[in-house]
């Protein structure tokens, strides 16, 4: 099993940016993916973004798009979430995620969430308005 530890996290206006970093141990290099979901409060744990692992492709939920880029690093074994024109509503804790299945199945499963075999333990990111 993978092992994630994210960092990164913090609290930043709106319109600022931040990075959010998650080293994975363990890892294998197959097709999987590598992702990001975020849980504001008293609501439910949402994507945010996906990238696979072996081809680099990128998938984004659409409220998001053109403001975050997900990149990973093969051999640091590390995951990026650069959070560029950050909102209010972006608040949340983000976590880190090691996905079973491919990109592709990611992306066309309603409940991605099902999809991971392991998380990170979240970093809190707070934009104020």
């Known amino acids: 099993q993978v092992q994630l530890v994210e960092s990164g996290g913090g609290l930043v206006q709106a319109g600022g940016s931040l990075r959010l970093s998650c080293t994975a141990s363990?890892?294998?290099?197959?097709?999987?993916?590598m992702g990001w979901f975020r849980q504001a409060p008293g609501k439910e744990r949402e994507f945010v973004a996906a990238i696979s692992w072996n081809f680099g492709v990128t998938y984004y939920t659409d409220s998001v798009k053109g403001r975050f880029t997900i990149s990973r690093d093969i051999p640091k074994i590390t995951v990026y979430l650069q959070m560029n024109t950050l909102k209010a509503e972006d608040t949340a804790v983000y976590y880190c995620?090691?996905?079973?299945?491919?990109?592709?199945?990611?992306?066309?499963?309603?409940?991605?969430?099902?999809?991971?075999?392991?998380w990170g333990q979240g970093t809190q990111v707070t934009v104020s308005s």
């Open positions: 995620a090691d996905f079973r299945g491919t990109l592709t199945e990611v992306r066309f499963n309603r409940a991605p969430t099902t999809l991971v075999e392991s």
């Open positions: 363990g890892r294998t290099f197959n097709n999987a993916a």
